[in-house]
């Protein structure tokens, strides 16, 4: 009996699969940082429609975050903390709900791969790598990302919306949805590679606190920030502006010790004169978009209406499949929350642990545990009202969660993350820390709102 012709290619891709992860366990097992760099990497410039369906829908960098996770499962001392055990409650709660029929296997699938395989990453790296390494490389990458970000306003070109177009290794669904570019009073949003410019601008905020503690010399952190910042305006969101201003200031408040007054000086002086280029642009937008962005705000407000229909396990009674096969809530197609979405989908008790695990990390950055990742993730909590978990804004929030646990868990103040970079680079010693006290499914919403 021969094979067929496509039966065969998909043989040789498999094999050329299987021989890459193989090859990449022996990296990432020997330098944990280049799969670290990779991670990033992937997540940060290969979009969500594009990956491999096997039984599920696997993006590169679910791919590579699982290869991480396996080479460093036996390696690596991961002692749980308290989080740890409220995601594996949800997880339970979740996987347990699918199995009993309360929850759809798409929906599942979200939280075992798109939250708790990031999440697991990020527990994994921040215990192999030093703070200090993660969060250069981090700032690099979405540095990167933001310079991407301001030469797509610009040029008015977006280089990764044609990735995978054509081939095999498309999600045909979220390609439709995420593919096309938005647009807001004429003119187009940046969006990177990622789909949504309010899932760019909610992952360009939690980028800003890795960024000031980094190990990059004190001019380049206070261009990246500026970089950041443009790149933030020019997804013409109130979303990304306001993440990326709020981790400023949280940045500037808990994590001042890692940087000199100086810099601190230097960062709000370039950031005043970036400003009074960018802004003026973004002000003339919001006044052509006349009430568009109102619109969108007064619809993720209609959205409380639903608390009502929420279950206490599982998924909503409120939740239809049309025809097609789309899934709605109450008559909404698009549900721009993520706390309101956890709620349909997974049900009450679900979204309060997760809730409660939001109240420990602020009561940890109260007590002094001032760390970055800690800082990026309480930052985006305001952003996740107004938008739901899409494209690699999931992947990496989720990822970021899981650095801040261990250090968040820890006794006694927080060690200061950016340390050794301040020791290299600054001209004047940081200041002394207070004595005592005080990171993937696709989502089906549409990409009008913003």
């Not at 903390?81 to 997880?91: E, P, R, W």
């Not at 009202?385 to 650095?403: E, H, K």
Request: proline residues 6%; hydrophobic residues 60%; contains cysteine.
């Amino acid at each position: 009996m021969s094979l067929s012709a496509q039966a065969v290619d998909e043989l040789a891709v498999l094999v050329v699969l299987a021989a890459l992860a193989l090859a990449c366990l022996a990296v990432v097992r020997a330098r944990p940082v280049l799969g670290l760099v990779g991670f990033l990497v992937l997540l940060a410039f290969v979009p969500a429609w594009f990956g491999l369906q096997m039984v599920v829908f696997l993006t590169p960098a679910t791919a590579l975050g699982v290869a991480l996770v396996a080479a460093a499962w036996r390696r690596v001392d991961l002692r749980l903390h308290g989080f740890d055990l409220i995601m594996l409650a949800v997880v339970t709660a979740v996987v347990t709900s699918f199995l009993a029929g309360y929850v759809p296997l798409a929906s599942a699938y979200a939280v075992v791969l798109g939250w708790a395989v990031p999440y697991v990453v990020g527990r994994v790296t921040s215990v192999s790598l030093p703070p200090a390494v993660v969060a250069t490389c981090v700032a690099v990458v979405l540095g990167v990302v933001a310079l991407f970000a301001v030469a797509e306003f610009l040029t008015g070109v977006n280089p990764f919306v044609g990735i995978g177009a054509g081939t095999p290794f498309v999600e045909r669904s979220g390609y439709r949805v995420w593919s096309p570019i938005q647009v807001r009073g004429g003119q187009a949003r940046a969006e990177a590679a990622f789909g949504h410019s309010i899932a760019l601008g909610a992952t360009l905020g939690m980028a800003v606190p890795f960024v000031w503690v980094s190990a990059l010399r004190p001019w380049l952190k206070a261009l990246t920030l500026l970089a950041v910042s443009a790149a933030a305006v020019f997804t013409f969101s109130r979303i990304g502006m306001v993440s990326v201003g709020g981790a400023l200031v949280l940045s500037l408040l808990f994590l001042g010790r890692h940087v000199t007054r100086r810099f601190r000086l230097t960062v709000l002086l370039v950031l005043a004169a970036g400003a009074a280029v960018v802004v003026p642009v973004a002000l003339e937008v919001f006044a052509t978009a006349g009430d568009e962005a109102t619109g969108s705000a007064e619809y993720r407000g209609d959205l409380l209406q639903l608390l009502p229909e929420l279950a206490w396990v599982g998924e909503s009674p409120a939740a239809a499949r049309d025809a097609s096969g789309a899934r709605s809530f109450g008559g909404f197609e698009s549900i721009d929350s993520a706390i309101v979405l956890v709620g349909l989908r997974y049900g009450i008790l679900p979204l309060a642990l997760l809730l409660a695990g939001a109240l420990a990390g602020l009561a940890a950055l109260v007590r002094g545990r001032r760390h970055a990742a800690l800082v990026a993730a309480l930052a985006t909590l305001p952003a996740l009202t107004s938008v739901a978990f899409i494209t690699q804004l999931t992947t990496f929030f989720w990822f970021v969660v899981g650095l801040a646990v261990a250090p968040a868990a820890a006794p006694g103040p927080a060690p200061p993350d950016g340390a050794d970079a301040a020791d290299l680079h600054e001209v004047h010693p940081p200041e002394p820390a207070p004595a005592a006290g005080p990171d993937g499914s696709i989502e089906r919403v549409t990409k009008e709102a913003g």
